[in-house]
């Protein structure tokens, strides 16, 4: 009768790494996107939708990637735009409510920032939602080839491009951490930032840019804070 009972347990264990291992393969992952769609909708406060494909596997750990993937404002217009979006996430924090994602790329993203007559900054103006960021930890970002259009009411344009950082927050609410290169305007430039944690009096910032054409070195060490969707520095330069 034990023999029985460890074969029947035996052939349990067996059907169910077999289901792991093989169901993913038979399986219309596409389906899930709109899984995503709603709960990256839900950290960003903006309707994401993915366009192209989607994939998925569940062992050696849980991995998801989506191609085509878009953002949009709150007028409707693209807000950013990303080529291909991949995390890979780790099981047991979710058990607790929490999100622990050791690695996350994003290739070719390319976002669009307005600033209005009054100058607000529209990524600043979040929409409220539900959704806790200090429940979400990304130990590992890697963005490849993106670019930044900033666009003031004015008419004066920016423009940020071959941007390639490595990215790693405790939380969504910080600290933040930063390194990589990125060209302004042109110009290309070196970048290392990392930040506290964001609280009631805005987000204390420590970042260093060295452009690669001029013999200089710019430090600024302060606190960025938000007034309505105006943004405000106060500290060393």
Known sequence: ???????????????????????????DW???????????????GREVKVNGTATARILPFPSVTFSDVTVR????????????????????????????I???????????????????????????TPFNPRHI????????DGEVSIRAANGIRREITEVNTIVSARSLAGPWRADGSLRFNGHKATL??????ADAEGLRLKVQVEPADLPVIADLEGLA??????LSYKGQF
Not at 5 to 19: C, K, P
């Open 137 to 144: 930890t990304l130990e590992h970002v890697a963005i490849s």
């Open 225 to 230: 804070a938000s007034n309505g969707g105006v």
């Open 192 to 197: 290392s930032g990392s930040s506290g944690v």
């Open 73 to 100: 404002d709150a007028s409707g217009g693209l807000a950013m735009t990303a080529d291909q979006f991949s995390m890979d996430a780790e099981l047991a924090p979710f058990l607790s409510g929490n999100v622990l």
């Open 30 to 44: 596409t389906s899930y996107r709109s899984d995503f769609e709603r709960e990256a909708s839900a950290v960003l």
């Open 102 to 128: 050791f690695d996350m790329r994003i290739v070719r993203p390319k976002a669009n920032i307005n600033i209005d007559g009054d100058g607000r900054v529209d990524w600043v103006l979040r929409p409220q």
């Open 1 to 27: 009768m034990l023999a029985r009972l460890f074969v029947f347990v035996g052939s349990l264990i067996v059907l169910a790494l077999m289901v792991a291992l093989v169901g993913p393969y038979f399986i």
